[in-house]
């Protein structure tokens, strides 16, 4: 792994990476893995891609966080997190998604709230509903957990619970709540294309 992680020196190569390593579909049950697991096991989900991404990133010297989109209903949707980085002043974002949105960001914005804004119009259910709610303030995992997360045999369940339960910013205001609209056919039919197929 740590040849690898040595190569994925910017966060382009690094989403290039993510987008080759089949999306993790937890058959199994849950996972939080740690980037060492998730690179064994060759899969990796939202949680996981945005995590290793950190690690790679850190390794390259880049600041990077990790950012939580929460969504209105978690028995309707689910919540999605990316890592953000920031290239000559400038704000991006690595995604480990199957599906046609929700994916990288180039880093051309100015400020973390305008790139996790960018989000908003992609995330909705098949009705057409939007969804997402708040976003996470930036989380630096490596200030508030040591560095033995990368390697743990262990799920991440810790990291996972303190992304989820740190402060976040609401997405819309409530006096212009009634004003959403709903996504239309063509945006619906064009976020139904996958990556892998959960078979």
């Known amino acids: 792994m740590d040849k690898t992680i040595k190569k994925l020196s910017t966060p382009k190569k690094v989403q290039d990476f993510l987008d ?8 199994n049950g849950e996972t939080y893995m740690s980037p060492r ?3 064994l096991a060759n899969q ?3 949680f996981e891609g945005a995590i290793f991404a950190c690690l790679c990133l850190q390794k390259a010297d880049i600041e990077n966080y990790l950012i939580d989109l929460k969504v209105k209903n978690l028995k309707k949707d689910s919540d999605h997190i990316l890592c953000v980085f920031k290239t000559n002043g400038f704000w991006g974002a690595i995604s480990k998604t199957n599906h046609s949105v929700l994916r990288w960001r180039d880093p051309i914005y100015k400020t973390v709230r305008e790139l996790v804004f960018s989000y908003f119009h992609e995330y ?14 930036p989380f ?3 200030k508030k957990f040591s560095t033995s997360w990368t390697s743990s045999e ?3 369940h810790k990291i996972a619970e303190a992304l989820d339960n740190s402060p976040h910013i609401d997405f819309v205001p409530e006096k212009n709540q009634k004003f959403i609209r709903k996504a239309g056919p063509t945006e619906i039919k064009g976020a139904a294309v996958t990556e892998w197929e959960n078979s």
């Open 20 to 27: 080759r390593v089949p999306f993790n579909f937890e058959k």
């Open 37 to 39: 697991r998730s690179f």
């Open 44 to 46: 990796m989900h939202c």
């Open 124 to 137: 909705f259910l098949d009705s057409g509903e939007k969804t997402l709610k708040s976003y996470s303030k």
């Open 140 to 142: 630096d995992v490596w």
């Open 154 to 156: 262990e799920n991440l």
